[in-house]
């Protein structure tokens, strides 16, 4: 590849992403950032740096295409963090004949147990906030020089509470 085409390239990508980022500006945009960690106990310890490799069976999210790199396998985690935070994952990733793979998972990241209180100060209830994604990836190996991947992925925020008073809580 040449190096005008590999600076067309880039520059492509940096446009491309920077349009992305306008167009979610401050309305959500940040839904789903916490597919950045992995719910598996070596990872939590290890500080995510497991994050990329092929091998955790979570890679389904982030590189699609790396699914032709493992075997059939169940993945299922739970971590529990401070603060009433929690992170929860199982998925599942299998090779289809002769030479695709599909990855499906479900992970959910979220706080417990968050006093809500009214302007005055007043108890209303307890808040839990929850985000989970519903994943799907597919990959195919079209040549030993060539593979692709592609994924869907299903981003929901739930946020709930009791709340006994008209008044904003937080």
């Known amino acids: 590849m040449s190096r005008g085409n ?3 390239m880039v520059v492509v990508f940096t446009v491309i992403s920077g349009v992305g980022n306008l167009q979610a500006g401050t309305t959500g945009g940040f ?3 916490f597919m950045r960690l992995t719910p598996d106990g070596m990872s939590a310890g290890l500080g995510g740096v497991t994050l990329f490799e092929n091998a955790s069976g979570y890679a389904f ?6 699914l032709l790199e493992t075997d059939r396998r169940i993945h299922a985690g739970a971590v529990k963090l401070s603060l009433d935070r929690y992170f929860y994952g199982i998925n599942v990733t299998m090779p289809l004949p002769p030479t695709a793979h599909i990855g499906i998972g479900i992970l959910s990241a979220g706080t417990d147990n968050i006093p809500g209180r009214d302007s005055r100060g007043y108890y209303t209830g307890d808040l839990q906030d929850e985000e989970r994604l519903i994943g799907v990836s597919f990959a195919n190996d079209f040549s030993s020089r060539a593979s692709v991947g592609i994924a869907l992925q299903i ?3 739930v946020f709930t509470g009791e709340q006994n008073s008209w008044d904003l809580t937080a």
């Open 6 to 8: 590999w600076l067309a």
């Open 31 to 33: 839904t789903g950032t």
């Open 61 to 66: 999210m982030h590189n699609p295409a790396s």
């Open 155 to 157: 981003v929901q925020r």
